[in-house]
């Protein structure tokens, strides 16, 4: 069974990208635009791995995942946060973030990094 990653991201076109990438890697890959939606999709089917922006709308990246950690019923997920300020390393930490990526994302340096910290990682294609 493939490991599934929630990818959390309110660019639509990045949040495409990775989708593919991951997807290609043979990953089981759900998506959402914002924390809010994210939370559902969390409380839906659990992901084995959280790729969240930190900055978005409504709620960011760091209030998604403090709110996640906040709810004791679930269990604690690796979250790998996407930014492009350098705070995401400091206060990612702070939340127990596995790891964060730095905006534009390299695929390379996405895929190491997911497979690093997925159960069992990906399921070879082909």
Same mark, same amino acid.
């Given at each position: 069974? $493939? @490991?599934? /990653?929630?990818?959390?991201?309110?660019?639509?076109?990045?949040?495409?990208?990775?989708?593919?990438?991951?997807?290609? $890697?043979?990953?089981?890959?759900? =998506?959402? $635009?914002?924390? /809010?939606?994210?939370?559902?999709?969390?409380?839906?089917?659990?992901?084995?791995?959280?790729?969240?922006?930190?900055?978005?709308?409504?709620?960011?990246?760091?209030?998604?995942?403090? @709110?996640?950690?906040?709810?004791? =019923?679930?269990?604690?997920?690796?979250?790998?946060?996407? =930014?492009?300020?350098?705070?995401?390393?400091?206060?990612?930490?702070?939340?127990?973030?596995?790891?964060?990526?730095?905006?534009?994302?390299? @695929?390379?340096? %996405?895929?190491? %990094?997911?497979?690093?910290?997925?159960?069992?990682? @990906?399921?070879?294609?082909?």
């Amino acid at each position: 069974m $493939a @490991a599934r /990653i929630l990818v959390v991201d309110d660019d639509d076109s990045l949040r495409e990208l990775l989708r593919m990438h991951l997807v290609s $890697a043979g990953y089981e890959v759900s =998506t959402a $635009a914002d924390g /809010i939606s994210a939370g559902y999709l969390v409380l839906k089917s659990l992901p084995d791995l959280i790729l969240s922006d930190v900055s978005m709308p409504h709620m960011d990246g760091f209030e998604f995942v403090a @709110a996640l950690k906040a709810d004791k =019923t679930l269990p604690d997920i690796p979250v790998i946060f996407l =930014t492009s300020v350098e705070e995401g390393e400091h206060r990612g930490k702070e939340l127990g973030a596995v790891g964060y990526l730095t905006k534009p994302v390299r @695929a390379d340096r %996405l895929l190491e %990094l997911v497979a690093r910290h997925v159960p069992g990682g @990906a399921i070879p294609i082909g």
